[in-house]
Each structure stands twice: as structure tokens, then as C-alpha cells.
């Protein structure tokens, strides 16, 4: 059974910064598209980046440019999302997922996911 464990959330001050994780098992992360979302109270499910099929892309929601990162680490079958310059509107649950079929931004692409973690950035 395939696994996706987040971890890094917390409570951080607008302007601070972030590093979630997530682990996987029974799953390559290099071998298939990961990607990080984000839901908010009230609102629906949004990418917020993640790496193409075979990791062989990189890819970002416009308002994350240049604030936020993906990396990944294959020996831990670990990808990451680094979140810099956090903002009160990047409050949300963030959560971490993986899809066997070419996926990118749109999360019904995804087959597995994590439980997520809580992110709060106060003002």
C-alpha cells in the first residue's frame, strides 16, 4: 500500500519561512509526478507545485514563483517544499501527492495522497 507522510508544518510569522516533507513508500518519487496542494478553509484544492512524470519537470503556481521550491532527495524517496516569504494568505492545509498517470496541476490526476499538515503564517 502506497504511503505519502507529510511533516514541517507549523505556526510561522509572515515573512518566515517553511521546509515541508514528504516521505513516500511503495512508490518511486522519481518515478512519478508529485505534487504539493494546498486547501484553505472555505476554498477548493489548489497546486502549488510539484515535479513533472519522471521528475524530469519542475512546475509552479504563478503566485508561488520565486517563494516557494521543490527539491527532492531519491536515496530518502523524500520530496520537499521549501516556503520562503510566507505570506497570511499561505495558510492552509498542505498536502502532498503522487500520480502514476502524467499528472501536473490538476489534482483528480493524482492517485495517492498524504494526510496533510497545517501550515499558519500569522500577521
Known amino acids: 500500500q502506497v504511503q505519502l507522510v507529510e511533516s514541517g508544518g507549523g505556526l510561522v510569522q509572515a515573512g518566515g519561512s517553511l521546509r515541508l516533507s514528504c516521505a513516500a513508500s511503495?512508490?518511486?518519487?522519481?518515478?512519478?509526478?508529485m505534487g504539493w496542494f494546498r486547501q484553505a478553509p472555505g476554498k477548493e484544492r489548489e497546486f502549488v507545485a510539484g515535479?513533472?512524470?519522471?521528475?524530469?519537470?519542475?512546475y509552479y503556481a504563478d503566485s508561488m514563483k520565486g517563494r516557494f521550491t521543490v527539491s527532492r532527495d531519491n536515496a530518502k524517496n523524500t520530496v520537499y517544499l521549501q516556503m520562503d516569504s510566507l505570506k497570511p494568505e499561505d495558510t492552509a492545509i498542505y498536502y502532498c501527492?503522487?500520480?502514476?498517470?502524467?499528472?501536473?496541476?490538476?489534482?483528480?490526476?493524482?492517485?495517492?495522497w498524504g494526510q496533510g499538515t497545517q501550515v499558519t503564517v500569522s500577521s
Open positions: 515535479f513533472g512524470w519522471r521528475g524530469r519537470d519542475t
Open positions: 501527492a503522487a500520480s502514476t498517470l502524467r499528472a501536473v496541476a490538476d489534482p483528480s490526476g493524482y492517485n495517492y
Open positions: 511503495r512508490l518511486t518519487v522519481s518515478s512519478n509526478a
